[in-house]
Nanobody, 127 residues
Framework: EVQLQASGGGLVQAGGSLRLSCAAS????????IAWFRQAPGKEREGVVC????????NYADSVKGRFTISNDNAKNTAVLQMNSLKPEDTAVYYC????????????????????WGQGTQVTVSS
């Protein structure tokens, strides 16, 4: 059974940091792109970042470049999103997702192309 378990959300003040984890099971993690998406109330789902598990290459949305960092622990089948310098506009439910192949095959705007999804974790940044 394929599972993506997202965790690590919470409430933080603007300028603070949070660390999200996405634990994967049931598929060959090394062959997949792992991405984080977010959705704020009343807004469309937005792609945040993708990492290719095969070579560690990444693709960040402009809105988070320089503040967010994604990494993979392939031995633990876990992707970690370190979020620094958080802003109130980062408030959203964050989802991790997986798709077969490298991130270059899956633009962040095409969330529908991702095969597997986690359950989401709430991130709230207060001003």
């Amino acid at each position: 059974e394929v599972q993506l378990q997202a965790s690590g959300g919470g409430l933080v003040q603007a300028g603070g940091s949070l660390r999200l984890s996405c634990a994967a099971s049931g598929f060959s993690f090394d062959d997949y792109a792992i991405a984080w998406f977010r959705q704020a109330p009343g807004k469309e789902r937005e792609g945040v970042v993708c990492i290719s598990s095969s070579d560690g290459s990444t693709n960040y949305a402009d809105s988070v470049k320089g503040r967010f960092t994604i990494s993979n622990d392939n031995a633990k089948n876990t992707a970690v999103l370190q979020m620094n310098s958080l802003k109130p506009e980062d408030t959203a439910v964050y989802y991790c997702a997986a798709a077969y192949g490298p991130c270059t095959d899956y633009p962040l705007v095409n969330s529908y192309e991702y095969d597997y999804w986690g359950q989401g974790t709430q991130v709230t940044v207060s001003s």
